[in-house]
């Protein structure tokens, strides 16, 4: 029994499947949940580490790019068994969950953080220049100018990253988070029947990324290209 | 009178409803040299791209060398063309393109010695004698080597005759082959097209905008407007004397322009 | 214990780490050409299963695909009647190389379909055949495109691996999981094997780009 669910091992394999489900999907909320809140701990350590790469002092800026480089190098796996076990070493105890976000934040940082940098960095130079001779403030450019420009370029692939961060939720697992897969082995563990409950992720999953998938595609072409209109 | 080596007849090439080639009849004897001068839209492009298999016919049947291009005969009817005539039949002939195309990976001789090793199985050392004749023949003995990025414009389309000429095709066509040169280069691809034609017995199709080069090298020169040959001639009728008010329009722009 | 004493297990895991790479990468590079060529196919069964294969592996969670192949795989040729029980380090190659396979078989599909239409045009004027034209014009001009993102892919690969220490594969972060059982002591092990993964990380990203510079001599000469 899971989430108050019990299974039916009794009558067939589609009535096991059926039993099931509801379970899976009970997992596939906290899946969700999971990937919404890295995704949140990801858009905001990245747009620091974005703003930290491009400080002007090379005693900021290089750190910076070591992190996130060290970050994006090393697996998503040892990064959450460091903060799982390290982090309560030194006493600061966190529940699985948030550990679990932390590190999907931390991996997906360092992909956030270029995201940004692109985006800005694909604004043509005239632009600032044309800012500057009409003498606007550096807040006013980077408000009006450079992000209503930026923005659109960025939305499709922060989507993206989105959708990888729901593929990597499984790994939580591990630190006992409930995910969908968690739950899927654990019905594999005690009915000794791995095939459906993998099986049934497995397609939960594929529909969950090319819906995902769909959406980022269908708001990336209705995205104005030449950046949000200001009246 | 001879059989005509190429030969349009009621030749149609529509794209949706915009109509290319309008019926086009059309006719090159063996080692005329015949170039087709007209606006853009005209389809003068499109009539080499059709006889090189790049672009396919809407109606009508065409001719190479005795044979249906597009088609093939079967129990005395003509059916579309099987993938291998149309190979039997691009053996015919060659193409020189407006962008050159040459292949950026491969060296200049590489560039003309491998079509004729992988397509027509010569053995190496027969590829590499006869690219370096026609390097020689273009000039660009020294260059062999290179590949086509250390070259100039002009170069690289000297290698793109010498890559098409390698296959030693019976009938060359050449697309606006100086249209993408900077001025001061087109010279010397002219010089290299103008000794071709003067001593072989190719056949040659010519679309330019270069009409001084094409009064003195051509035999012919066919005046193309919407999908059609509107007036066609030996270079002095049409140059100094063309009868049709569009050929005499166009001659206008080109020259004054 | 020691840190020092913790290096000859973590070596031996961190040999074990770089065989799971180099032969999943072999066998994703060989996927990635496989099902990348196949999804541009004319032959609709080549190319309709290739892009199968692609939305599977990419439209699923690598972790999930390891745990079929490793715990429900079995079970299906239970069914029907074939032994496919998979030694872990067999499951850990599959899975790993199939998954790179499909993203990387993406990267081959956009750089070969970035090649100019013009290529193929001169290459159909010179009679080259479509497979020659493929195979002698647009994939040597393809491979620079694609390296880059195999770079990435590689790395990507690298920080797979770790997953396959959860069907019990001794690599890297099975045997810190091991010692860090024994000694409690987290930060040490943990700290170790992150530089471990980063510094191999460089080396796979230091080669690639050598192997960027080989295959794409062409593009870098000049006037």
Known sequence: MLFGFSWDTSHGELAFAISILPILLMGLVVTIEASIAGFAVAMVLGLIFAVLKGAPSRFISWPATFITEFFRDTPLLVQLFFLYYVLADHGVILPAFLTGCLALGVQYSAYTAEVYRAGI??????????????????RHTFTHIILPQAVPRVIPAFGNYLVSIMKDVPVLSVVTVLEMLGVAKIIGDQTFDYLVPLTMVG???????????????????????????LK | MTEPIIKFDKVVKKYGTHVVLDELDFDV???????????????????????????????????????????EERNGTLKPASEAHLKKMRAKLGMVFQQFNLFPHMSVMRNITEAPINVLKLPKAEAR??????LKMVGLTEHAHKFPSQLSGGQQQRVGIARALAMRPKIMLFDEPTSALDPELVGEVLNVIGSLAAEHD???????????????????ICFFDRGKVKEQGTPEQIFSNPKEARTREFLKAVLEG | MEWSEYLKPLSQGAWITIQLTVYSTIVGAICSFAFGIGKLSTNWAIKGFSIAYIEIFRGTSLLVQLFWLYFALPIAGDAIGIDLRLPPVAAGVLALGLNIGAYGAEVVRGAIQSVRYSQYEAAKALNFSPRQALWRIALPQAIPEMMPAFGNLAVQNLKDTALASLISLGD??????R?????QD???????????YFGMALVIAGLMHLLERAVGRWRRVGH
């Open chain 2, 29 to 71: 004897k063996p080692g005329e040299k015949v170039t087709i001068i007209g606006p853009s839209g005209s389809g003068k492009s499109t009539v080499l791209r059709i006889l090189m298999t790049l672009e396919e016919i809407s109606s009508g049947v065409i001719h190479v060398d005795g044979e249906p291009l597009w088609h």
């Open chain 1, 121 to 138: 960095e694909a604004i043509p130079k005239g632009q600032r220049e044309a800012a500057r001779a009409l003498d606007f403030s550096a």
């Open chain 3, 186 to 196: 987290s930060t040490t092990v943990y700290t170790m094997i992150l530089f471990m």
């Open chain 2, 202 to 220: 190719l056949t040659m199709l010519l679309v330019t905008h270069e009409m001084r080069f094409a009064r003195e090298v051509s035999d012919r």
């Open chain 3, 172 to 177: 890297l972060a099975f045997v810190a999981e």
């Open chain 2, 129 to 134: 004698d006869r690219a370096e004749q026609l």
């Open chain 3, 179 to 183: 010692i860090r059982n024994f000694t």
């Open chain 1, 203 to 229: 397609g939960i999953y594929l529909i969950l990324t090319i819906v995902c998938s769909g959406i980022v595609r269908y708001v990336d072409m209705s995205l104005p290209k030449t950046g949000i209109p």
